[in-house]
């Protein structure tokens, strides 16, 4: 089966590894990108998989191939900077599964602006869709999953919030406060006994439509160019893959993980080491 450029077998139990067996993962922003890739691999590995877009239709319709495919999957529409509709969002996943086992706070953007030219709403809607989102998730995760035994909470921040950029100003301070957040809770959640791991992913320049248009923004350059440009800054020689992030994704969602947390994951084929 091909859908949008992803082959996508029938999932057959043999082909399943089931490293995440029967979890319920929930993954914000699922329906394109670092989303929908982490959403493909959880449900191939077994995994009960809420995929939560304001991109109804290709939610819907990755959801759709899931199931048809033998997997697990349910799509709801989720504004994540809304509380309300979050609340919604756990509701029905309680209500369906009894229990959320992993939160991937994965939905998230930004604009290129910098300190003379960034307006003060776009800052707040950029601190708002990255931050706001953050904490109302993993707020909600924690209430629920300390009362059914613990879980793993992964908030998807950028190398943007490790390493500034004159031009990023929004998202990297946003990304940056992701990185800084997660350890809080990581630790709180362990000195409470919750059996609750929080960790951070910090992916370097990714190939997906909203990356490459983002970079061509940036420099000038056509899509190509841009892509050629930003992977000659990558000392792997290239820029990364959706699937590459969704691998680390899915070892922070297993139980390979148990002692991980309050840790920054950086896959960015060397950028940051520079």
């Given at each position: 089966m091909?859908?949008?450029?992803?082959?996508?077998?029938?999932?057959?139990?043999?082909?399943?590894?089931?490293?995440?067996?029967?979890?319920?993962?929930?993954v914000t922003g699922g329906a394109n990108g670092l989303g929908e890739a982490s959403v493909r691999l959880l449900a191939k590995e077994g995994a009960k998989v809420i995929i939560t877009d304001i991109d109804d239709a290709?939610?819907?319709?990755?959801?759709?191939?899931?199931?048809?495919s033998g997997g697990e999957a349910l799509f709801l529409s989720h504004d994540v900077t809304s509380e309300d509709v979050w609340k919604n969002v756990f509701q029905t996943v309680l209500e369906k599964y009894g229990r959320l086992d992993v939160l991937v706070n994965n939905a998230g953007g930004g604009t290129y602006n910098d300190i003379e030219t960034l307006s003060l709403e776009d800052?707040?809607?950029?601190?708002?869709?990255?931050?706001?989102?953050?904490?109302?998730?993993?707020?909600?995760a924690v209430k629920?999953?300390?009362?059914?035994?613990?879980?793993?909470?992964?908030?998807?921040?950028?190398?943007?919030?490790?390493?500034?950029?004159?031009?990023?100003?929004?998202?990297?301070?946003?990304?940056?406060?992701?990185?800084?957040?997660?350890?809080?809770?990581?630790?709180?959640?362990?000195?409470?006994?919750?059996?609750?791991?929080?960790?951070?992913?910090?992916?370097?320049?990714?190939?997906?439509?909203?990356g490459i248009d983002m970079a061509s923004k940036?420099?000038?350059?056509?899509?190509?160019?841009?892509?050629?440009?930003?992977?000659?800054?990558?000392?792997?020689?290239?820029?990364?893959k959706p699937e590459e992030i969704a691998q680390m994704v899915l070892f922070l969602a297993s139980d390979e993980s148990s002692f991980t947390t309050g840790a920054e994951f950086v896959v960015d084929g060397g950028y940051t080491a520079q």
């Open positions: 091909k859908t949008n450029g992803h082959y996508m077998p029938k999932l057959k139990k043999e082909d399943t590894m089931g490293r995440v067996s029967d979890k319920v993962c929930l290709k939610g819907s319709a990755l959801a759709d191939e899931i199931c048809k800052w707040r809607k950029i601190i708002s869709f990255n931050m706001d989102s953050t904490f109302i998730g993993t707020q909600l629920s999953m300390k009362e059914t035994g613990g879980g793993s909470i992964i908030n998807m921040s950028s190398v943007g919030g490790l390493v500034g950029s004159p031009n990023l100003v929004a998202y990297s301070a946003a990304k940056a406060g992701v990185k800084l957040f997660t350890k809080s809770v990581a630790v709180h959640c362990g000195n409470n006994n919750y059996n609750i791991r929080v960790n951070s992913v910090h992916p370097g320049l990714i190939k997906t439509v909203s940036a420099t000038g350059m056509s899509p190509e160019e841009a892509e050629a440009a930003f992977a000659s800054l990558h000392p792997i020689g290239r820029i990364g």
